[in-house]
């Protein structure tokens, strides 16, 4: 079973506002990733965070970890409506191989 | 572009028959991924490759296999095809094979399976 699970499951916002979707994980990680996907494409790397970091910061995104409630966010400020696709966490389960385990994904569509 | 290439794009082919998904990674390389992605099951691992050897196993049925090459490209094949196979297939890559490196995903193969 996957070992990330995100919420929302969907998220509809207006042009300009903030995105924030959560992420759970079951066991404990060495990295937590985020990616997007565009409907029916391939995945894309937005940004990783190590096990000892608590938040990072790259352009509008921002992830916060929490490894104490084992959760993860990912902020999008001032979203636009290219931002509309599905988003994905995924955690290396603490394992040394580069096996992803990927949650369910939360869909956002911001409308302009 | 990612620079990770997958082909078949497509593929529509009956039950019980066996095909062959072909994956390039970026230059310099040296991890394949497979992943599974379908509506049920969300985004599976199944297989990892650090240059040419087995490295992690997810869940992969016994009726899939994959390989990599000397050049680093890797093939995925399914056999037996049922109609629950039908999904996209995605190929990615990394530098090393830790979890500690970003993983650059192909455009995907869509496996339609009648």
């Known amino acids: 079973s996957q070992q990330g699970e995100e919420d929302p499951q969907a998220l509809s916002i207006q042009e300009g506002e903030n995105a924030t979707m959560n992420c759970s994980y079951k066991?404990?990680?060495?990295?937590l990733q985020w990616y997007r996907q565009n409907s029916g494409r391939g995945l894309v790397h937005l940004i990783l965070?190590?096990?000892?970091?608590r938040e990072k910061h790259s352009g509008r995104l921002r992830v916060t970890l929490d490894t104490s409630k084992k959760s993860s966010s990912l902020l999008i400020t001032a979203s636009r409506a290219a931002d509309t696709a599905s988003y994905f966490c995924?955690?290396?389960?603490?394992?040394?191989?580069?096996?992803?385990?990927f949650g369910q994904g939360t869909t956002l569509q911001v409308k302009p | 572009d990612s620079g990770v290439t997958q082909t078949p794009k497509h593929l529509i082919t009956a039950t019980g028959q066996r095909v062959t998904l072909r994956c390039s990674p970026r230059?310099?390389?040296?991890?394949v991924y497979w992943y599974q992605q379908s509506l049920d099951q969300g985004l599976q691992f199944l297989i990892q490759?650090?240059?040419?050897?087995?490295?992690a196993k997810g869940n992969i049925l016994e009726r899939f296999s994959a390989q990599q090459f000397p050049d680093l490209h890797s093939e995925l094949n399914l056999s037996s095809l049922e109609l629950g196979d039908s999904a996209l297939y995605f190929c990615?890559?990394?530098?090393?094979?830790?979890?500690?490196?970003?993983?650059?995903f192909g455009p995907g193969t869509r496996l339609t399976v009648t």
């Open positions: 990615a890559s990394s530098p090393q094979g830790q979890g500690a490196y970003e993983q650059y």
């Open positions: 230059s310099g390389d040296l991890s």
């Open positions: 995924a955690t290396d389960g603490s394992s040394n191989t580069g096996k992803l385990i």
């Open positions: 490759y650090y240059n040419g050897e087995e490295r």
């Open positions: 066991t404990s990680i060495n990295n």
């Open positions: 965070i190590r096990s000892n970091e």
